[in-house]
């Protein structure tokens, strides 16, 4: 496994400086790679067998953030998923080179991570780019909407109806994102969205949302719906209420992502 510690060296940046650990690993695991930059201090554990129980993984992570350390787990055979405090990350070889991909809780709702070198992991977590997506009241964050749309057959006026969104931590392109159907977007975060989009159309057109004008109207809107047109995308920016942000999370799984 020197060619892994080799390309993880590679990585770090410039006035880090490899440390001799002192702590004992589970018989699991081996310490890859220790080095700090005289404040922080990364550990990049490495277990190379497939895992029975993960629990004295867990314990031993504990221990070192305890500590102050900062660690990343590296697995060469099934890797497990990450968790709020343990990014975990898949290793393998691929025409020589080893490449890492963080695992996450498996999810229909978060799309996979990227694959990266070692090398591009160890520069990462120096420079702290190992976050965790994550949703919290007063957060700004980009929705990325589909709807479908058809119009009124009674006034022409388009009438918008959400299909699905996703939904990314404002300022990080790289991250996942939560992505859900209509069924599965609650009645804060939906009206949320309608708020964004209609403040959208009024900067673009300079009136209010012409969907209002049906509610003026005496047609039955329901009948317009039969009538489906292309699914257009916006991207609109939102910031998460207490309760919105509740709809969100219960939704969410623990996701690392590189930044």
Not at 157 to 174: D, I, N, Q, S, Y
Not at 179 to 190: E, F, P, Q, T, Y
């Amino acid at each position: 496994m020197d060619d892994l510690v080799q390309q993880l060296e590679l990585g770090l940046p410039d006035g880090w400086a490899r440390l001799a650990p002192h702590f004992t690993a589970p018989e699991t695991t081996r310490i890859l790679l220790c080095a700090t930059d005289g404040q922080r201090t990364l550990v990049f554990c490495l277990v190379d067998q497939i895992v029975r129980s993960a629990a004295p993984l867990l314990a031993f992570n504990s221990q070192l953030r305890d500590r102050g350390l900062e660690v990343v787990w590296i697995f060469s055979e099934c890797c497990i998923p990450s968790t709020r405090h343990m990014v975990c990350v898949s290793a393998a070889k691929d025409e020589g080179e080893w490449k890492a991909r963080i695992v996450n809780a498996r999810s229909q709702n978060s799309s996979l991570t990227r694959s990266v070198s070692l090398a591009h992991l160890a520069q990462a977590a120096a420079e702290q780019r190992l976050r965790v997506q994550t949703f919290t009241a007063g957060q700004r964050i980009a929705v990325h909407v589909e709807s479908m749309r058809s119009p009124c057959l009674h006034c022409g006026a388009l009438v918008h109806e959400v299909k699905r969104a996703t939904f990314l931590p404002e300022g990080a392109p790289t991250a996942p994102g939560l992505n859900l159907s209509k069924a599965r977007l609650g009645r804060c975060v939906s009206a949320l969205i309608a708020e964004a989009i209609d403040r959208t159309q009024k900067k673009h057109t300079g009136s209010e949302p012409q969907a209002y004008l049906c509610e003026a109207c005496t047609f039955d809107r329901r009948q317009s719906l039969r009538i489906r047109g292309q699914i257009p995308s916006a991207l609109v920016g939102v910031v998460l209420s207490s309760s919105a942000a509740y709809e969100l999370v219960k939704h969410h799984q623990t996701t690392w992502y590189i930044a």
